[in-house]
């Protein structure tokens, strides 16, 4: 059976796998002495592991992982929950409440496992439905699955992976056939929430939201509802805005000014533009970027991997891993196109959301457009947890292409 995995994704997977183990090696590569010299050699056992289950996960049925959806989702809630009782931190997060750890050994990271087990009640739950949601009603149970780990994770607090539940959720409505209308009223609330550190912005949005609530005409009720819900959120911001730890608060001043405190919290983004920015057109060449060897550039194995990348290949570098990641964006849509049900197209398109969000949020947060987040680079950045998670993912998304390239179907 293996040996019909798709090729498209076998290649683009292998691709980004050789050029993330390239990087991961050179972040190591310091004059000075670092934890990320010999992370490369750790990554490797992850991936060993992690390439083992997935061909486990291969062989796995898509009707039978429909079937273990609930008890998938029920176990991923239940260790986010112990892990918020027992949980420890770790690295630049050391006050959060991530890990599972045995004997003062970490063993992992429980919200990464949740992603992908919202993927699978999420497709079970819209694959089960004859049609897609057209209104606020019908997302209500949509909402529910989702606020469930979100909740769980942000009380970490894990800021950046809570946002992922929120990206896989839009991907797989998206793909289900709900409106983009319906999706804007959905995703206005949290555009609403970030826009609350301007009066102006915030005043405006509620301005534009209101004529485009006028536009699309949804249901009285959804629409009022929509329009309180925005209104809340600046009324709610400042107690959400005290319910965080001081090291968010502390990030997401940083991003908004990062010179407010540049030898702090403000040090992170500041260095990490300064190496994508020295990088130039093509770079400094493979293990030379200064910055990086130099340690100025903090969590260059993790978090910031991608400046890394930015200061030793330069713009074409940049825009080559961008590309690669695109492709085996492409290439998870086309397996979802012509999958032979709604499931495995829906799992498949969870898989893809999952995917596009650590990337939109790791890049746009090395650049200074997203806050920091300390959300990893997939393939990229080191990390078991992730890692395991993304290739475990994958092996079912290969059965999915088997299956589909097996009958013969034309697609969706």
Known sequence: MTRGIDSRLLIGLTALLAVGLTILFSA?????????AEVWKRQLVWLGTGSLLALIAFRLSPRMLEWMAPLLFGLGMLLLAVTLIVGTGAGTAAGTKSWLAIGGVRIGQPAEFAKLALIVMLARHLAGRRDAPAGLKDAVPVGVIVAIPFVLVGLQPDLGSALVFIGIMFAMLFWSGVAPSLLVLLASPLISLLLTFSTVAWGTWIVLLTLFILWVRPFVMDGLMVWLTNV???????????????????????????????????????????AIGSGGLL???????????????????????FSVVGEEFGFVGVLACLALFALLILVLISIARRATDWFGSLVTIGVAGLLLTHLLVNVGMTVGLMPIMGIPLPFFSYGGSFLVTCLVALGIVARVSWEGRRSGYAGL
Not at 28 to 36: E, L, W, Y
């Open 28 to 36: 190591g590569r310091t004059d000075v002495p670092t934890i990320a």
């Open 232 to 274: 809340a959120m600046g009324v709610l911001a400042l107690e959400l805005w005290k319910g965080l730890a001081p090291y968010q608060q502390h990030r997401l001043l940083s991003f908004l000014n990062p010179e407010l405190d540049p030898r702090a919290t403000g040090w992170h983004i500041i260095q990490s533009k300064v």
């Open 283 to 305: 770079g400094k060449g493979f293990t030379a970027g200064t910055q990086k060897r130099l340690a100025f550039l903090p969590e260059q194995h993790t978090d910031f991997i």
